[in-house]
């Protein structure tokens, strides 16, 4: 199953993305010509292709998530979440466990809005253990 999904992110918005369905939108040729594009690929094994992102304080980013698994969303999906710097992953993974219906985000998520090192993983059962994550360090 290949998969393309585009989250637009200025550095204080939360981005997720949940891979499975194709984002059909315009939202992807109108911010081509302006934010940073970041793109990232996952698939079957469970890992991110890119684990490491710098940016400048402020900068706009356009991260792009492609799912090049053959498994279908409801055994392989896929998301990409950015967390304040500082959180706990690992917790913020646990409680993501429950949250089925809102694409495993906890809904009393808040994102972060100052330059740092942020945290990001594939909030999806079992993922982030398996390795999906990385870090934007924004400096």
């Known amino acids: 199953m290949k998969t393309r999904l585009l989250v637009a992110s200025a550095l204080a918005a939360l981005v997720t993305s949940g891979c ?25 094994t469970m890992k991110y292709d890119v684990t490491a992102i710098e940016a400048k304080p402020g900068e706009d980013l356009q991260v792009i998530l492609t799912n090049n698994g053959t498994q279908p ?7 990409w979440v950015l967390l304040k710097a500082g959180t706990d992953v690992a917790a913020f993974d646990a ?12 809904a009393d998520f808040k994102a972060p809005a ?26």
């Open 114 to 139: 100052t330059p740092g090192v942020y945290p990001y993983l594939c909030t999806f059962p079992a993922h982030y253990q398996a390795g999906m994550k990385g870090f934007l360090t924004v400096k």
């Open 95 to 106: 409680a993501a466990l429950g949250a089925k219906d809102t694409g495993y985000i906890p």
């Open 20 to 44: 499975g369905q194709k984002d059909t939108s315009t939202q992807a040729t109108a911010a081509a010509a302006g934010p940073r594009v970041i793109e990232i690929t996952a698939g079957d």
């Open 73 to 79: 969303k409801e055994v392989m999906g896929h998301n």
